[in-house]
């Protein structure tokens, strides 16, 4: 056996395997461009369980059918040799099979098993953070990237992981700060460059969080598409909160759509940024179109709930009533089949929030609420972070408007207008709501 750059043994006999793995490994956490030397290293190695293991989760991060269908040869070699591997190769290799059939939370919870015995595995650290971000699961997040902090304190993106779980546990104050200690430790932290948006985002610091991530947008240069492109879309919605649309919408023709619009990311990042640039009234023209069709594509694949929300608004906002029968019924039956585990999340919140989110889509406000009342307390269930949820919660606001719930929609616009005062789209919201509670009475 040979070890890594952190000292774990991987079961092969082959230096230039751990000297791709390494590369990979280092890629993954800083979101470089070189991450594809796994499927090269899996496949002049394919009795190494541990990267083949790996090649097959690169696949399936892709997030769509077709990533799923080029993880199979690497997940079924992984498997053949996973018996001659060590414990911690092993359990990478369960981990990922269990991503394979569907069982994120088993995927997560068997890499945080693997951290708590190894805890300078940060790859594992990472992987299993993605997973509970996936599912909504913060505390476990926290759990898993605090282990890793331990032996890699001196290590920038151990406490971007950090951060970003801190802000997802709506510890914001200690989310800033240790996005702010990652990126001076290395400038070129988008991780960290993200973590920091979103707690500056969540406080209402709108000037501040626009600042933040224009004066480090040189260096996404070069990383990979996600992370850019993600970085380039809180900085649209850092635009859309000061009052400013047009350049919002500059960042979406340079930055956000075009580069890869097969990748499920990219439409997602799509459909949030033009709905939202809709609802403050601005004309995004024939835009939707090409992002529509790439949806379209996808064949209805349910790999996330989270992403199938963003498609059936993009598929309703188009106006494609078929598609978006065809693609409910094929949720309804996807979500009566995934493993028991995770059904209620599929049955109880993503179900019920596409049938909402398609009627609101339409202009049908009361279907609409019928569908999103009884699921839209369970938000986090289906995963994505605070700032992408909100495009939902934006969506309810207006339903309760429509459907004449004033006091409701008060309410809740009174609670985001005392949270971000910075952001003038809540007064109006506040406002509005307001103004038709007392044209009602």
Not at 11 to 26: G, I, K, S
Not at 147 to 159: I, Q, R, V, W
Not at 315 to 338: P, Q, T
Request: hydrophobic share 45%; net charge negative; charged share 25%.
């Amino acid at each position: 056996m040979i070890k890594d750059a952190y000292d774990h043994p991987i079961t092969t006999d082959r230096p230039e395997t751990v000297a791709a793995f390494d590369t990979y490994v280092a890629n993954h956490l800083s979101y470089g461009p070189h991450l594809r030397v796994i499927f090269q290293a899996a496949d002049d190695d394919p009795t190494c369980a541990l990267v083949n293991a790996h090649a097959a989760g690169v696949h399936m991060a892709l997030e769509s059918a077709s990533g799923f269908r080029k993880a199979e040869p690497y997940l079924a070699r992984a498997l053949r040799h996973a018996p001659r591997a060590t414990k911690r190769e092993r359990l990478f290799v369960a981990a990922v099979e269990a991503w394979a059939r569907g069982d994120g939370l088993s995927a997560a919870d068997t890499l945080s098993a693997i951290v708590e015995v190894w805890p300078s595995d940060i790859s594992a650290a990472k992987w299993a953070q993605y997973h509970y971000f996936n599912l909504g699961l913060h505390a476990p997040m926290l759990h898993v990237s605090r282990l890793t902090l331990g032996p890699h304190s001196a290590t920038p993106y151990a406490h971007g992981m950090l951060a970003f779980a801190l802000e997802q546990a709506h510890d914001l104050e200690g989310a800033e700060a240790a996005g702010r200690r990652a990126v001076a430790m290395e400038r070129v932290e988008p991780w960290a460059h993200h973590a920091v948006a979103h707690a500056l985002g969540t406080l209402g610091r709108v000037e501040e969080g626009l600042s933040w991530m224009a004066g480090h947008a040189d260096t996404w240069e070069g990383r990979g598409t996600f992370i850019r492109e993600h970085n380039f879309w809180h900085l649209a919605l850092f635009h859309l909160d000061r009052d400013d649309p047009e350049a919002a919408l500059a960042i979406y023709d340079r930055r956000l759509w075009g580069e890869m619009p097969e990748f499920c990311q990219e439409q997602i990042g799509a459909v949030s940024t033009l709905l939202r640039l809709e609802m403050r009234g601005a004309d995004v023209g024939e835009r939707w179109a090409p992002v529509v069709e790439k949806v379209a594509e996808r064949e209805w694949e349910h790999v996330q709930p989270f992403h199938d929300l963003h498609y059936v608004l993009a598929l309703g906002r188009a106006g494609r009533d078929g598609d978006v029968r065809s693609f409910l019924a094929s949720l309804e039956a996807h979500a009566s089949e995934v493993p028991f585990r995770i059904r209620p999340v599929w049955l109880e919140v993503a179900l019920p929030m596409a049938r909402g989110l398609a009627g609101f889509a339409r202009g049908d406000h009361h279907t609409a609420y019928r569908h999103m009342a009884p699921a839209i307390d369970r938000l986090t269930e289906i995963g994505g972070s605070h700032a992408q949820r909100d495009l939902f919660t934006q969506a309810w606001i207006r339903t309760l408007m429509e459907t004449g719930r004033h006091q409701e929609a008060l309410a809740l616009t009174a609670s985001r207008a005392e949270a971000y005062p910075a952001v003038a789209e809540t007064g109006r919201q506040m406002r509005e709501a307001l103004s038709r509670m007392h044209g009602a009475a």
